[in-house]
DNA sequence: GTTCCAATTGGAC
DNA sequence: GGTCCAATTGGAA
């Protein structure tokens, strides 16, 4: 099926359904695709995996990776160097997810033996993010995910360090 | 000086020493290269890094893979499967170095912070093992430097293991 | 009993 | 303050 046929099309609600699966087939072909929010609201196609929304709501465009339709920053995306393939993994990683998330979560939500946060990065956005540095950078997905997992231990550690100093430190007012 | 010029040679000991210049000249371009015990010894050629090397003298042939004359035994690196670049890096490892060794030593020979290891496995074996994997698994060095930090890894728990729970129970008698 | 992977931690830059 | 690497540890396979 590579395009929509108009004879086995029959009320609105088809059609409709019909345009979202052709959008995706052709999402999936792109590499990266600029959607805009209020271009995507407006056709009525919901993020297939939307928790973590509100934060590129709230920071300016967004830009479609990989075949998940997963949503990046689109300012931090298109200030990625990929000539390195550990810093734009991170850098991706700060476009795609809050720092919050990447504080809280891990690679897969195994080993939460010391920190108290809850599961794992969505896998969906994860697996765009590898293949999208996989196929800038040249570089094997093995070791992508080791700077994912470097990334959310070094972003937790910093938030647990500004805590632990700058909480007590605005008590000598 | 792709060969011996003899007409540069004068003394006995110019020439032994430009046929070992050669000799080591040809191993660096071969990949591997058997070399029983008695036949380097009778040439003359010291290891450059013997420190251990009792082990394979008591346990049959060895034979020389890589630039830095590193030895290995030769019925363990013959039964290696070069499929899998960690198993054959691992078994790689048996071949070079004695369990001891890859118990008590590190890749870098930092951070020992609860064994009482010394130092670092020796860098120019290290670095021969390094070059044989990666010639014939066609992997990055950085994999295979990972699998060597995970062998020793294991190795040292594996005998920390056994000295816990062998030692002991041989009192019951 | 070994191998493999991920999480964590220390430390250097 | 972030990035990077290595060592260690837990646990699964």
């Not at 196929?135 to 470097?150: D, G, T, Y």
Request: one cysteine or more; aromatic letters at 4%; glycine letters at 6%.
């Amino acid at each position: 099926m590579p395009g929509i046929s108009r004879a086995t099309q029959t009320t609105a609600s088809d059609l409709l359904l019909a345009v979202q699966l052709r959008l995706e087939q052709l999402q999936k072909l792109l590499p990266e695709c600029k959607v805009p929010q209020a271009e995507a609201t407006v056709v009525g196609i919901e993020p297939k995996h939307g928790n973590s929304f509100l934060w590129h709501e709230a920071s300016g465009n967004s830009i479609v990776i990989g075949g998940n339709q997963t949503r990046a920053n689109q300012a931090l995306y298109e200030a990625i160097n990929w000539d390195c393939y550990s810093l734009a993994t991170r850098a991706l990683l700060d476009a795609v997810f809050d720092k919050e998330t990447l504080a809280s979560r891990t690679l897969t939500g195994r080993g939460r033996r010391r920190n108290g946060g809850s599961g794992q990065l969505d896998p969906l956005k994860v697996d765009d993010i590898i293949e999208t540095v996989k196929r800038k950078c040249q570089v094997s997905a093995i070791l992508i995910r080791k700077i994912i997992i470097n990334k959310c231990s070094d972003t937790a550690r910093s938030k647990r360090f500004k805590r632990a100093h700058n909480a007590p430190s605005r008590r000598h007012n």
